[in-house]
């Protein structure tokens, strides 16, 4: 069945770095966009970046521009975050997100994956 | 960035009852394609969200004919006829129209 899978989440100390991976399944992960959103408990959900199918459109929300960086490989089906310069402030539930052709909504998430920064 | 703002926070239905929720945006969600870029999604308990409506009225795949969604503009409802024990969560209405794209801080949906 259609299918995304985090990974990478981990405890991590402030300034440090982390990638994390989403692994798609169930429909060709070339034709779609895709997202990166994360959740807390205080700031709710927050959608950070998106990557054309292709991979040549990039967007970052300003809250990690210049230290995260959105990628893909659609010979692997894979989708991957990395973060660098990691804050406190970082620490969430991070949801990769496929596309609707045409649309900005995300209609199917990965169950999410842990992030904590933590000294 | 565009805010949007539900209200309530919070709600607690009857089952069988209707609910509404109601979404407002600071800047018009209707894009020059025509679309209107506003969506509602639901996050039940332990499950990340799910996209419910989009494009303002349209139903996703396999989402009951119960939830209906309106409006236009900056100004939209999500309502829930005949509440269920399982439509409890939290419901985000999100605009799509301008980076970032955003949610609303959420509408915790339980049943009494």
């Known amino acids: 069945q259609v299918q995304l899978v985090e990974s990478g989440g981990d405890l991590v100390k402030p300034g440090g770095s982390l990638r994390l991976s989403c692994t798609a399944s169930?429909?060709?992960?070339?034709?779609?966009?895709m997202s990166w959103i994360r959740q807390t408990p205080g700031k709710g959900l927050e959608w950070l970046s998106h990557?054309?199918?292709?991979?040549?459109?990039?967007y970052y929300a300003d809250s990690v521009k210049g230290r995260f960086t959105i990628s893909r490989d659609n010979a692997k089906n894979s989708l991957y975050l990395q973060m660098n310069s990691l804050r406190v402030e970082d620490t969430a539930v991070f949801y990769c997100?496929?596309?609707?052709?045409?649309?900005?909504?995300?209609?199917?998430w990965g169950q999410g994956t842990m992030v904590t920064v933590s000294p | 960035d565009t805010v949007v703002t539900q209200t309530p926070l919070s709600l607690s239905v009857t089952p069988g009852q209707s609910a509404s929720i109601s979404c407002k945006s600071t800047?018009?969600?209707?894009?020059?394609?025509?679309?209107?870029?506003l969506y509602w999604y639901l996050q039940k308990p332990g499950q990340p969200p799910q996209l419910l409506i989009y494009?303002?009225?349209n139903r996703f795949s396999g989402v009951p004919d119960r939830f209906s969604g309106s409006g236009s503009g900056t100004d939209f409802t999500l309502k829930i006829s005949r509440v269920e024990t399982d439509d409890v969560g939290i419901y985000y209405c999100?605009?799509?129209?301008?980076?970032?794209?955003?949610f609303g801080q959420g509408t915790r949906v339980e049943i009494k």
């Open positions: 997100a496929k596309h609707i052709i045409g649309e900005t909504a995300f209609d199917i």
């Open positions: 169930g429909f060709t992960f070339s034709d779609y966009y």
């Open positions: 990557i054309s199918d292709g991979g040549s459109a990039i």
């Open positions: 800047r018009s969600l209707l894009h020059s394609s025509g679309k209107t870029l």
């Open positions: 494009g303002v009225s």
């Open positions: 999100m605009q799509g129209i301008q980076l970032p794209w955003t």
